[in-house]
């Protein structure tokens, strides 16, 4: 009998197909397949992403699977991103994980997409200690999230309208860049001044985010430059970056530092896609250290959507035994 833990882990909730594996605790295999046919629409298609999926997905795990010189024969569960997520995309890689579980006759895994971005942090040193706060921040969601124990995560906060990731790829849309903006934007922001623009700053009551405003006023601002200059945009295309990204991160760190000191918590994490923005990861670190707080800022790997998180949270439930029964299906929202 095999008493390794040897974890195969599916993700596939929007525009990356991704496959990874776990023995005991660590990562031997973290493969991502990035869909670039969504880069022509200036957004995720859904119908594509699910198609792209059902093609990315053998291929991905045999590779997976060949990289941690691992045979199928040998593993002890499937897992997969039960949601949130894109329906279609969601369905690809929970029929798939079903079918290799069954065949296998090993235990089916299901794990819920933003609670694995958290347990990222769990990959490797160093690992935050309970309670810790950790901002959630991606492409679809935006939260707060008091972290008491793995799976006790409770969000006090979160995005009224867009996520962090929607302001970063709608500003940047409106600027000309290519989707997905939040890295191309970072890039230009870092060689632009932050306070060379003055966008507004909502003000949301307690713990709550909202960036809708943001994206209306850099349209209109863009709009009355251009009617005076019609090079504006191109002119001042850094300046421009880097001041919508301050103002992104002064609010998220705002709510981030007001929350930590009501729950009296002292130690930060960023986890989600936009936790890979350099701004962000810097502004943080500098607000941990100026309490005296300890910050948490997951590897590059681990940021965007993987399958290396959803392993992580998958080996903490088949140490628990939480397993998902042959009926199971995947939900949208959460
Ligand atoms: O977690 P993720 O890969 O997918 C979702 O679950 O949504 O997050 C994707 C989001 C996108 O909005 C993308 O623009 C943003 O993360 N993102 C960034 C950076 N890298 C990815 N935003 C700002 N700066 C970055 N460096
Ligand atoms: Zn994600």
């Not at 409770?154 to 860049?177: N, R, S, V, Y």
Request: aromatic share 8%.
């Amino acid at each position: 009998m095999n008493k390794d833990r040897i974890i195969l882990a599916i993700e596939s909730s929007c525009d990356d197909t991704a496959a990874a594996i776990m023995i005991n605790g660590k990562i031997h295999a973290n493969l991502v397949a990035t869909q670039k046919i969504h880069e022509q629409y200036g957004g995720v298609v859904p119908e594509l992403a699910g198609r792209a999926h059902q093609s990315n997905l053998v291929p991905l795990v045999t590779e997976a699977l060949k990289k941690a010189g691992i045979n199928k024969k040998q593993l002890s569960a499937v897992a997969f991103t039960k949601g949130p997520g894109l329906i279609g995309a969601l369905m690809v890689g929970s029929s798939f994980a079903k079918s290799l579980a069954q065949s296998l006759s090993i235990p089916l895994i299901g794990v819920h997409h933003m609670e694995a971005h958290v347990l990222a942090h769990f990959i490797d040193e160093p690992r935050p200690q309970f309670p810790f706060l950790c901002l959630t921040v991606s492409g679809g969601h935006t939260q707060l999230v008091l972290m008491k124990d793995y799976f006790e995560q409770e969000i006090i906060g979160k995005t009224i309208d867009d996520a962090a990731g929607e302001a970063f790829d709608k500003t940047a849309k409106i600027l000309g860049l290519p989707y997905p903006g939040g890295p191309v934007l970072d890039k230009l922001a870092s060689t632009g001044n932050p306070k060379a623009f003055e966008f507004p700053v909502s003000r949301m009551p307690g713990f709550d985010f909202s960036f809708s405003g943001l994206k209306t006023s850099v349209l209109y601002f863009i709009r009355d430059r251009e009617l005076v200059n019609p090079e504006f945009k191109q002119q001042n295309l850094n300046d421009l970056c880097a001041s919508i990204q301050s103002t992104i991160i002064k609010q998220l760190l705002k709510k981030t530092e007001l929350a930590a000191k009501e729950y009296g918590v002292n130690q930060l994490a960023l986890a989600g896609g936009v936790s890979a923005n350099s701004g962000l990861r810097k502004e943080l670190t500098a607000l941990c250290e100026k309490h005296k707080w300890q910050a948490f800022v997951p590897a590059f790997e681990y940021c965007t959507d993987n399958a290396g998180m959803i392993a992580m949270a998958a080996d903490l439930k088949f140490q628990r035994q939480e397993f998902e029964t042959m009926d199971t299906a995947p939900f949208a929202r959460s």
